[in-house]
């Protein structure tokens, strides 16, 4: 049998201190902490690859990046596979496509969902890999699947940087998860609050004078 591990992060977790890391001086008052440290990240998206590739190596792979959250995910982890994959017997081809997913107002989800990308999916056929950097409440996952089914892959996967630990969610999981985590707000490595943090390598906890500063 195979052992399936997670990477919990437990609800006491307060985070590194800023200080013991290196970080945007721009956001010294708006973090409380480095939740997960970028190498932190980086190695645990190295594991996700390999992972990846035991399971659907064996052909070639086509991803679908969730922007704009998604996209250092999917560029480090897509990365990963390619590094992999080529010092493997059997190398294979990855495309990639990308779509645009809406829902959040500053730090709340909210009700109306919208799709904003290609309107043809169809080079999703064959194996289609699907990668989100969140999953908050699954809602937003599930309809992102429903799109995806449209354009008949033959097999779907779903990678998610970071898992939500909160009992609504529990319905659908990603297949492959990098940390599950508390219910908590968390921004950098390309997720924001209405835009800023994203050019902050660390995941971490934002301050409350953070969340004055840049809401709308
Ligand atoms: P869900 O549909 O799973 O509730 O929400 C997922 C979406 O909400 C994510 O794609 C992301 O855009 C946003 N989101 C949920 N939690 C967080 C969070 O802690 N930080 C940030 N920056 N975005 C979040």
Partial sequence: ????????????????????????????????SVYIPHGVIMNRIECLARDILEDMGHENLMVLCVLKGGYKFCADLVDYIKAQSRSSVRPITTRMEFIRLRSYLNDRSTEDLQIIGPEDLSMLKGKALTLKAIVDTG????MLLQHVQNFQPKRVKVAGLLVKRIPSSATILPDYVGF???????????????EYFRDLNHICLISETGKLKYKL
């Avoid at 049998?1 to 008052?29: N, S």
């Fill in 180 to 194: 599950v985590i508390p219910n908590r707000f968390v921004v950098g490595y390309a997720l924001d609050y209405n």
């Fill in 139 to 142: 809602k937003t996952m599930k």
């Fill in 1 to 32: 049998a195979v052992t399936v591990f997670t990477l919990q992060i437990a609800d006491d977790w307060p985070g590194y201190k800023l200080e013991l890391f290196t970080y945007p001086e721009h956001y010294r008052e708006d973090v409380e």
